[in-house]
């Protein structure tokens, strides 16, 4: 449910409206009001611890975005201003410069602007400026913010009568109406005509301040209020006077002239003055002044159906924080601005733009930098896997340029080409990152080396069969190797027989040999010689000694099938 | 549309200065990660193993390209003509040889072709010691293929000399060689 909070602050008096629901219907949810005794050295300060405590004490939270904040009247200055045009955006733009010269007292550049149209044509408007020192409204901000509630937007209480003289249907379209509020030192004079704006006044007049005016009227345009001496608040003839005072501005005001329809009632708020008139809680009127030139005095009870349980009194002296809640909720009779320029409202992202403008562009900044560094890194790393690349082409394929010959000249074409593609940084393998069209050529290699070992019978899982030719050679490289220490032999027939492995014995080569030796003694130590030296070979398996015979006519022995079992595994491992 | 609406020189600076951060945010951290698998890629265990793997390779298959080049048996069917044309090699010169090929299995999941090559029948049966070495030599050396699996050498049958008697240089054989490839 949409929320407003409407405070006005006053010189000694701050009162707070904190409503709920929509403009046409809203609900009173809370309501404070606060005062600091007269004599006070700082009362705007005193306002705002006061009215701090009472927000705490009744724990009243409400965010900065739903605070709507009344000024008083009496730091305004009223002037008309007719331009020859309507439209809202150029009223703007001239708004300062021609107002400034209606401004004597104040630098244009210290006072914030604001508008009202009272009557436009497509070619002309008619506008009511109010400006007020941009020092005095930031002071009320500040003190505002300090109590807890940043306002959202600012007006003066002169607006947020209207509003709320509007939102209780007392500005018939036939008539006139005079909305008086008074307050501690000001009371403010709004003239609502046809239930358009007509005029505001700001009297410095109020309980406890002589008489002075400033006003807006066409007729009456003049200086702003000027500081009025502060009268003593409980001084019975001094009220009276006031009174006087008041009711004679009023009268002023009701009997000028440049109307269209005259003044039907006068609706009074704020701070009761008995002097001038008093209302029950009924609202019926009572007191020296219950009309003024046959005008009726009525009380301005906008309250009365959003807090009936209020007094009277309570509910006269809340409307101006009304007025400005019932803005605050989307009531649009007046549309007063006075937060612009540097005082524009920033919420907590506002505040917090410029910071994140600042980080956001570091942030940019700081990674566009490490795109860049990054960037430059990834270069160098992959010019050198590029280097890698072209030093291994030039290990395999040769370079033509330094005249290095690699160690494939017979490789196939496709692994030639590859590596010649690859090392020239051609991008026609695009799909491929630089490790793996390395690594593609060692697989078109590996399919090349496949194929070569496979036709070459190299590459399998079955182990060739042992040699009988090895085994043979390696035989007869044992007696050769002997030398003298044989003496005269001779071989007469060698057989070499791989045979398969069995359950008994592995996979060997049988030698078997048919020699002579020549001699006496000599030949058989020789053979034994022979048969020991075959014996202690690392891939004998075993000898088979045989009988020997003497040969004929004596001078040495012959031996038939000497055999000797060889594993050429074995001899293949001593090699290794 | 309150959003665009709202839209000034700072927040469209905040806004953009803050999408183009998320973006090159995701631009550098993809680019950290293409560092990190570089670095990766050029560590020891990287590029240089894989280019040191290359290169090995390269050894490997310039060694099979030669043998290849000097592989005279590269057919299975081929093997008796390969016999054939090792004994009547110029360092060999023994000349025509029979041979009488099976096929068998032997070992688990292979098949051995035996080929058995011996002096043709009714022909020159005798030779040199160096012929017949140099034969054998052969038949291993040109293919790493086949094996020699049975020798025998003996003098020639003509050659009546007895154990005590030392007769001429002239021998004959009887050899077998064996071919052992997978069964298909």
């Known amino acids: 449910m949409a929320r407003s909070c409407g405070i006005r602050f006053g010189q000694r008096h701050a009162s707070l409206v904190l409503l709920e629901g929509s403009a046409k219907k809203p609900k009173l949810r809370a309501h404070l009001e606060v005062e600091v005794a007269p004599g006070e050295e700082d009362p705007l300060g005193s306002l705002v611890d006061a009215l701090k405590a009472a927000a705490k004490s009744q724990k009243l939270k409400v965010s900065d975005e739903h605070v709507q904040l009344a000024l008083d009247s009496g730091l305004a200055a009223f002037r008309p201003l007719s331009l020859p045009f309507a439209d809202k955006a150029k009223v703007e733009e001239v708004l300062k410069f021609e107002i400034e010269s209606r401004l004597p007292q104040w630098d244009i550049d210290e006072v914030v602007c604001d508008f009202h149209v009272r009557r436009s044509t497509p070619v002309e408007s008619d506008l009511l400026v109010v400006a007020l020192k941009k020092a005095d409204v930031k002071a009320r901000i500040d003190a505002s913010a300090r109590a807890g509630f940043e306002p959202h937007e600012v007006e003066i209480v002169a607006t947020t009568l209207f509003e709320a003289a509007r939102h209780a249907g007392l500005l018939a379209a036939d008539a006139a109406q005079l909305l008086v509020h008074i307050g501690e030192r000001t009371s403010t004079l709004v003239v609502v005509e046809g239930g358009r704006l007509a005029s505001m006044r700001a009297l410095q007049l109020g309980l406890g301040a002589a008489a002075s005016t400033a006003e807006a009227d066409p007729a009456a345009e003049g200086e702003t209020a000027a500081e009025a001496p502060i009268a003593a608040p409980n001084d019975p003839e001094r009220q009276k006077v006031v009174a006087e005072r008041l009711t004679r501005e009023i009268l002023r005001t009701l009997s000028a002239g440049q109307r269209e329809h005259a003044i039907a009632a006068v609706y009074l708020c704020g701070t009761e003055m008995a002097d001038l008139v008093a209302f029950d809680n009924e609202g019926n009127a009572s007191g020296p002044h219950v009309e003024i030139a046959g005008v009726p005095i009525a009380p301005l009870d906008a309250l009365r159906e959003a807090a009936p349980e209020l007094s009277l009194a309570e509910r006269l002296r809340l409307v101006p924080a009304f007025g400005a809640a019932l803005h605050g909720l989307g009531a649009n009779g007046l549309t007063p601005h006075l937060r612009r320029e540097e005082l524009r409202y920033a919420g907590k992202f506002e505040r917090l733009e410029v910071p994140l403008g600042v980080l956001g562009l570091f942030l940019l900044t700081l990674t566009t930098a490490l795109y860049i560094v990054d960037y430059k890194v990834v270069e160098a790393r992959e010019a050198d896997i590029d280097a890698w690349t072209k030093s291994n082409h030039n290990y395999l394929i040769g370079s033509t340029n330094d005249g290095t010959r690699g160690r494939l000249p017979l490789a196939p074409d496709n692994i030639k080409n590859y590596s010649r593609r690859i090392a020239e940084g051609l991008d026609s393998d695009p799909e491929r990152t630089q490790v793996e069209r390395l690594r593609h050529l060692r697989s078109l290699m590996a399919i090349e080396i496949g194929r070569l070992e496979r036709e070459l019978g190299t590459k399998t899982d079955i182990a060739p069969p042992q040699s009988a030719l090895e085994a043979m050679t390696h035989t007869l490289d044992v007696i050769h190797g002997m030398g003298e220490r044989l003496g005269r032999f001779a071989i007469r027939e060698v057989r070499a027989q791989q045979n398969p492995g069995t359950a008994s014995g592995g996979e060997h080569v049988q030698v078997v040999l048919n020699m002579t030796f020549w001699g006496d003694l000599e030949a058989t130590r020789a053979y034994n010689d022979m048969m020991n030296e075959l014996e202690g070979q690392p891939w004998t398996d075993r000898v088979e000694r045989r009988g020997t015979n003497t040969l004929e006519g004596g001078g040495g022995i012959y031996i038939d099938g000497i055999t000797i079992h060889v594993d050429t595994n074995r001899i293949n491992k001593e090699q290794s | ?184």
């Open chain 2, 1 to 184: 549309m309150g959003i665009l609406a709202n839209l000034n020189s700072t927040r469209v600076i905040i806004l953009g200065s803050f999408l183009g951060a998320a973006v090159m945010g995701g631009l550098v951290y993809a680019q950290k990660l293409e560092v990190a698998e570089l670095d990766e890629q050029l560590s020891p265990r990287g590029v240089p193993k894989l280019v040191t793997e290359l290169q090995t390779s390269a050894l490997e298959l310039a060694n099979l390209q030669r043998l290849a080049d000097r592989e005279q048996f590269k057919q299975r069917d081929d093997a008796e003509t390969y016999a054939r044309a090792i004994a009547g090699n110029q360092y060999v010169n023994i000349g025509q040889i029979d041979t009488k090929r099976s096929d068998n299995e032997r070992v688990r999941g292979a098949i051995d072709s035996v080929i058995s090559l011996t002096p043709p029948k009714g022909g020159k049966t005798a030779y040199t010691r160096d012929q017949i070495s140099n034969f054998l030599y052969k038949l291993e050396a040109d293919s790493r293929r086949v094996r020699v699996t049975r020798v025998l050498m003996r003098k020639d049958p003509a050659d009546k000399s007895k154990p005590h008697e030392v007769g001429a240089d002239r021998w004959t054989f009887d050899v077998d060689i064996t071919i052992r490839q997978p069964k298909e």
